[in-house]
Every structure is written in C-alpha cells, then in structure tokens.
C-alpha cells in the first residue's frame, strides 16, 4: 500500500500557473504508476495525466496537452503537476493516484490508491 498527500492547490487567475505535489509513503514509490484525476461540481471524475514508473513515459488527457507538465522525483517519493495558462474550466479537485499497474495497460480506471484531493479555483 501507499499513501498520498496532495498540496499546491489554491485560487489563481486565468491565465496563470500552480505547481501540485503528492508526496508518497508506505511502499517503495518505483513500483506505481502515478497519475492526477480532477473533479468538478456537478461531474464526475476525470483523468487528467499519467507517468510511468521510471517517468520515462506520460499520457495527457487532450484538454491539457500543452499547458500541463507532470513529472516525479523518485528520490523524494514525490510527483509534481506544473499547471499553465489555467483556465477557469480547470477548477475542480485535484486528486493524486497510485496503480502498480504499468502505465500502458493502467488505464483511468486501475488505479488503486487516492490522495483526499486538493482544491484549484481559476477565476475568470
């Protein structure tokens, strides 16, 4: 098992940029897959990126293709989310998660363990 702590969330406005983290413990961070899920109000949940277990490889949901970065430190058990040009339509809660799944065959379905979220507000 392995735990996750998001933290960085926070109000910005358009246009402007967050970093998120997930700091993991419990099971050696090497052996998942990580990946960042959001959910808005009124909707249900949806995946937003994936990396690999060595980080080598990395899966982005369109909507943030080319705004959003994800990458991990594997010395500091950590995964990172650099957000950019925000968009009022990205507010939601940011979730971090775990599969031991390798990241080709996890899909947004099969990951395993959950962060409790952090929330990000873009005002218009």
């Known amino acids: 098992q392995v735990q996750l702590v998001e933290s960085g969330g926070g109000l910005v406005q358009a246009g402007g940029s967050l970093r998120l983290s997930c700091a993991a413990s419990g099971d050696p961070f090497s052996s998942y897959a990580m990946g960042w899920f959001r959910q808005a109000p009124g909707k249900e949940r949806e995946f937003v990126v994936g990396?690999?277990?060595?980080?080598?490889?990395?899966n982005y949901a369109d909507s943030v293709k080319g705004r959003f970065i994800i990458s991990r430190d594997s010395a500091g058990n950590t995964v990172y989310l650099q957000m950019n040009s925000l968009k009022p339509e990205d507010t939601a809660v940011y979730y971090c998660?775990?599969?031991?799944?390798?990241?080709?065959?996890?899909?947004?379905?099969?990951?395993?363990?959950w962060g409790q979220g952090t929330q990000v507000t873009v005002a218009s």
């Open positions: 990396i690999s277990r060595s980080g080598g490889r990395t």
């Open positions: 998660a775990a599969t031991r799944l390798p990241l080709g065959l996890a899909g947004p379905g099969r990951y395993d363990y």
